[in-house]
């Protein structure tokens, strides 16, 4: 009895351990709203970084070269187009982020209903 | 106070407070002063040691209270690693905790009353975020060789495209660690201004009661940024991370 008894115990600690993590899966949800505006600080910092260091290389280059202003204008450019490939890219991964989130959860609704 | 009314006219100094000052005595910052600036830092440091040397120290099964949070630090930054990463970047894991445990200190330490922020500085983010820019910038040259390079070598795109978007590839990558650390020293500073022009118009009676509250719903707030930044941070950290070991996007 003694050796059966603290096996038992633990194993049911464990179940409700697990009983309690479960129930707060549900808590990161409520964290994801007060962040939402993260992600827009997060799209328009990297767009107008973009731009900022494509004018940046482009100054310097000018400067270097003596083709004021030409590629200052055309690095500009090119820093723009880098800074929507940012933000496309931070885009998409919030979207498979969010895609990932709406999968589990039809799963553990199918779980939930099934047992 | 930074803040007064002098002749019926409000005052509002909201960015004196981040104003880098030496402790000892008052003159010209040098190379060497001991500024407010690294008082908070030196607090900050000696803050993640209190907690997870000193507060770890007795290694209680049953842990105490402080013993308890470091776990739960540890923890979640150890899972966020092993999920984003995957299980083989495990092994980065004490620097990306180290970042996190000093920022999140900064942040909470800068809350205090007539605290100091260090990161409200570009100069303190930047030096973080270059730091983790360089960092996996080697160790993907290491790890990949000169393949790290396909990274800015779109081989989908028409040949005579790609020198373009490489340049295009290129400044995206330097665009990281720019918006890594301007974004954290943005919010910082942006709050700790907000909280200081609310307390400017504590000055006029009539309004004092509105901005007390002001300054308390703000003040919530920022414990809020102070910690999503610092996960944000963290997080980025991480992502970076997992490029530099499998460039493949």
Known sequence: MSESDPKQRLKELEARIAAAKGVEKDKPHQEEHYSQAQHAWRMVIELVSGLGIGFGVGYGLDALLGTRPWLMVLFALLGFAAGIN?????????????????????????????? | MATEAEGGGLVFHPMDQFIVKPVFGDGAVGMFTFTNMALWLLLAVVCVIALMVLGTSKRATVPSRIQSVAELAYGFIYKMVEDVTGKDAVKYFPYIFTLFM?????????LIPTSFSPTSHIAVTAVLGFGVF????????????????????????????????????????????????????????????????????????AVAPLSILGITAIFALEVLVGFIQAYVFTILTCVYLKDALHPSH
């Not at chain 1, 940012?86 to 553990?108: F, H, N, P, S």
């Not at chain 2, 000093?102 to 800068?110: D, E, G, T, W």
């Not at chain 2, 070598?153 to 660690?177: K, Q, T």
Request: glycine residues 10%.
């Open chain 2, 134 to 205: 360089i960092a996996v910038t080697v160790l993907g040259f290491v790890k990949n060789g000169a393949g790290f390079l396909g990274l800015f070598w779109v081989a989908s795109a028409p040949l005579a495209l790609r020198p373009i978007l490489a340049i295009i590839e290129l400044i995206s990558y330097f665009v990281r660690p720019v918006s890594h650390s301007i974004r954290l020293a943005g919010n910082i500073m942006a709050g700790h201004a907000v909280l200081k022009v609310f307390a400017g118009f504590a000055a006029i009676t």
């Open chain 2, 102 to 110: 000093f920022i999140v200190f900064s942040n909470f330490l800068a």
């Open chain 1, 86 to 115: 940012v933000m496309i890219r931070t885009a998409k991964e919030l979207q498979g982020q969010k895609l990932a989130e709406m999968a589990g959860e039809d799963e553990r609704d199918r779980h939930g209903d099934g047992s």
